[in-house]
């Protein structure tokens, strides 16, 4: 099981730090996603830490404001939002799959939290 915490209401400028907690398994193997789709657009937007070597993958329109993060010890990771814009305002899932490398691809994150609200506005 997956839980995400950490949305709310933020002032445009403002950061937020999404959590991801895992509850029966450990995050440490997992491949891990957040995604978010925003009203009125087409495709979910996938951010992603791949289990195989830890590296990331960020959209370019969060590229440089989002960063990952994980504490192995809380069996957590987390989202770090600086520089939040209106654009930004969405339901942010995380996801996980067993396959080490990241996928573009939403149906191959298997494990799913019920998702937090983020909304950017004044």
């Known amino acids: 099981q997956l839980v995400e915490s950490g949305g709310g209401l933020v002032q445009p400028g403002g950061s937020l730090r999404l959590s991801c907690a895992a509850h029966g398994f450990r995050l440490h193997y997992s491949t891990i996603a957040w995604l978010r789709h925003a009203p009125g657009n087409e495709r979910a937007e996938l951010f992603c830490i791949s289990s195989r070597d830890g590296s990331t993958y960020y959209s370019d329109s969060v590229q440089g404001r989002f960063t990952f993060s994980r504490d192995n010890a809380k069996n957590t990771v987390y989202l770090q939002m600086n520089s939040l814009k209106p654009e930004d305002t969405a339901v942010y899932f995380c996801?996980?799959?067993?396959?080490?490398?990241?996928?573009?691809?939403?149906?191959?994150?298997?494990?799913w939290g019920q998702g937090t609200q983020v909304t950017v506005s004044s």
């Open positions: 996801a996980t799959r067993d396959d080490p490398d990241c996928s573009d691809y939403v149906e191959d994150y298997t494990s």
